[in-house]
């Protein structure tokens, strides 16, 4: 099952220009554990780093059924591929 499947622009996603709450979601955790304030345009040779990052069971919608998630998510610029991360999660409850 295929869960969201979207193009996005960067600035656009940092400026929180999207209306998805899913979207909106992943830019909340994003910001939240980043080592500084994303904004467009990205600096030039600084290493940006999502630290002690772990997912907020509380955020995620009590409707998502139980299940596996593999989110690729590919980062170009111009139209040539920059970055290219498989993300990996697997949602289920504990009662």
């Known amino acids: 099952m295929q ?5 996005l622009d960067g600035c656009k ?6 209306k998805s709450k899913v979207i909106n979601l992943f830019l909340k955790i994003v910001q939240e554990h980043a080592a500084t304030k994303l904004i467009c345009p990205l600096q030039a040779n600084f290493n940006y780093t999502l630290s002690e990052w772990n997912l907020d069971e509380n955020l995620i919608p009590a409707f998502i059924p139980d299940c596996d998630i ?8 111009k139209r040539r591929k920059f970055l290219s991360l498989l993300f ?8």
């Open 3 to 7: 869960l969201i499947k979207v193009t």
């Open 13 to 18: 996603f940092l400026g929180g220009g999207y």
């Open 70 to 77: 593999t989110a690729p998510i590919e980062v170009f610029i």
């Open 88 to 95: 990996f999660a697997k949602i289920y409850r504990v009662d």
